[in-house]
T-cell receptor
Framework: DQQVKQNSPSLSVQEGRISILNCDYTNSMFDYFLWYKKYPAEGPTFLIS?????DKNEDGRFTVFLNKSAKHLSLHIVPSQPGDSAVYFC????????????FGSGTKLNVKP | GAGVSQSPRYKVAKRGQDVALRCDPI?????LFWYQQALGQGPEFLTY????????KSGLPSDRFFAERPEGSVSTLKIQRTQQEDSAVYLCATGTSEYEQYFGPGTRLTVT
């Protein structure tokens, strides 16, 4: 039973436009959320995080939005660049089991030049 | 080295063989995680160490899976009597706290 879901396996965006990657979760105990980026043959690298006390966190071109009532988070990349092409995973953990992270299945982003 | 390293990078095992996968953490990182990533899926939590203590092994799928970190640094994930369903990429991640994870490149295990 997947507690974190990324329903879009792939997304294609033109360079310079906005990329929006979505993630839904089912466990209302989750209070910390992260996005990772993964290139082929490498491990995931941390991108940005957000705790449940916030609804937005921004870091340069990357912004994560959290909608707790909808149990939904999204990652916005603007402007998108070809180097952003990778697989993006969202992950979540709960305060009562903070070391256990649940990952979505990933969305493959392709940014076209 | 600067990052988390894992060895071997690729491992082919015949069904029934035992395998040992190694993770070398970033120096000073007290937290260490093992994940299993099946094809087309996200990483799935296996186990967590804080220094040498294995604080959570709830994700280990069966008693054929065993992990250790005897001196609080290098960790080994051992899989006994491998089965085809064990074929996956095994990822190690380390950090200075439970909230921080730097991933290694993974070991791709193929059981034939």
């Amino acid at each position: 039973d997947q507690q974190v879901k990324q329903n879009s396996p792939s997304l294609s965006v033109q360079e310079g436009r906005i990329s929006i990657l979505n993630c839904d979760y089912t466990n209302s105990m989750f209070d910390y959320f992260l996005w990772y980026k993964k290139y082929p043959a490498e491990g995931p690298t941390f991108l940005i995080s957000i705790s449940s006390i916030k609804d937005k966190n921004e870091d340069g071109r990357f912004t994560v939005f959290l909608n707790k009532s909808a149990k939904h988070l999204s990652l916005h990349i603007v402007p998108s660049q070809p180097g952003d092409s990778a697989v993006y995973f969202c992950a979540a953990s709960a305060m009562d089991n903070f070391n256990k992270f649940y990952f979505g299945s990933g969305t493959k982003l392709n940014v076209k030049p | 080295g600067a990052g988390v390293s894992q060895s071997p990078r690729y491992k082919v095992a015949k069904r029934g063989q035992d395998v040992a996968l190694r993770c070398d953490p970033i120096s000073g990182h007290v937290s260490l995680f093992w994940y299993q990533q099946a094809l087309g899926q996200g990483p799935e939590f296996l186990t967590y160490f804080q220094n040498e203590a294995q604080l959570d092994k709830s994700g280990l799928p069966s008693d054929r899976f065993f992990a250790e970190r005897p001196e609080g640094s290098v960790s080994t994930l051992k899989i006994q009597r491998t089965q085809q369903e064990d074929s996956a990429v095994y990822l190690c991640a380390t950090g200075t706290s439970e909230y921080e994870q730097y991933f290694g490149p993974g070991t791709r295990l193929t059981v034939t």
